[in-house]
Each structure stands twice: as C-alpha cells, then as structure tokens.
C-alpha cells in the first residue's frame, strides 16, 4: 500500500485545513488509516484513526471537537478536516495505514505498516 498526502499550508490561528491522503493498494483485511503529526523537537504525537470497515474513529484529546477524520472508499481517500487551528497544530501532518490494527493499538505509531510523506500545516499569524 502507497500512501499520498496533500493539503497541507500556512493559515492563521481559528482558520480551517483540510488534508487529504490516497491509499493505493488493497484496503481490506481490518483496514484502518490515520494521522500522526511532528511538531519542531518533538516526538510524532496520534492525532487520529478511521477504521475502512465501518467508520469507526478515534482522536486525540488535544483535536477532539476540531477535527473531524472521514473516508471516501471509493476513491480511497481519507479525510482529515480541521477547524479552530491554534499554533500549537503547527507540525508536519503524516499518513498512516494497516491493516490488522486492533483497537487497543490504534494509538501507537510502531504498529503503523505504511506510511505516506509529511505535509507540513503552519498555524501563525
């Protein structure tokens, strides 16, 4: 499975973004793609995780309530809208996918297979 992000750019604080990132490859077998994020200095921190079966989501409590994760299977995309930016959202946003997450390990970046390039969302005035 390949992974292409996009969206990323420069928006002022309470702005809104939208990334996308395409999943070429089969996306069966408990499928789930997601978020990561790296701030300057910092470790990659989970922002959020779409299971491809049903829908199911899971978000970080530092973008629950501004950011809303979703898929399109048919163009196997998935969708990572965020609202009400705030500095500390500046970082370079990754994709990630597996298959075969459980639930438990939906936060952990060591059991992500594939991973797309960064895209970088600069929150500033």
């Known amino acids: 499975v390949q992974l292409q992000a996009s969206g990323g750019g420069l928006v002022q604080p309470g702005g809104s973004l939208r990334l996308s990132c395409v999943a070429s490859?089969?996306?069966?077998?408990?499928?789930?793609m997601g978020w990561f994020r790296q701030a300057p200095g910092k470790e990659h921190e989970f922002v959020s995780v779409?299971?491809?079966?049903?829908?199911?989501?899971l978000y970080s409590d530092s973008v629950k309530g501004r950011f809303t994760l979703s898929r399109d299977k048919a163009k196997n995309t998935v969708y990572l809208q965020m609202n009400s930016l705030k500095p500390e959202d500046t970082a370079v946003y990754y994709c990630?996918?597996?298959?075969?997450?459980?639930?438990?390990?939906?936060?952990?970046?060591?059991?992500?297979?594939?991973w797309g390039q960064g895209t970088l969302v600069t929150v500033s005035s």
């Open positions: 779409i299971a491809w079966s049903d829908g199911n989501t």
């Open positions: 990630a996918a597996k298959r075969g997450l459980i639930a438990s390990a939906r936060r952990d970046k060591g059991q992500y297979d594939y």
């Open positions: 490859g089969s996306t069966s077998g408990r499928f789930h």
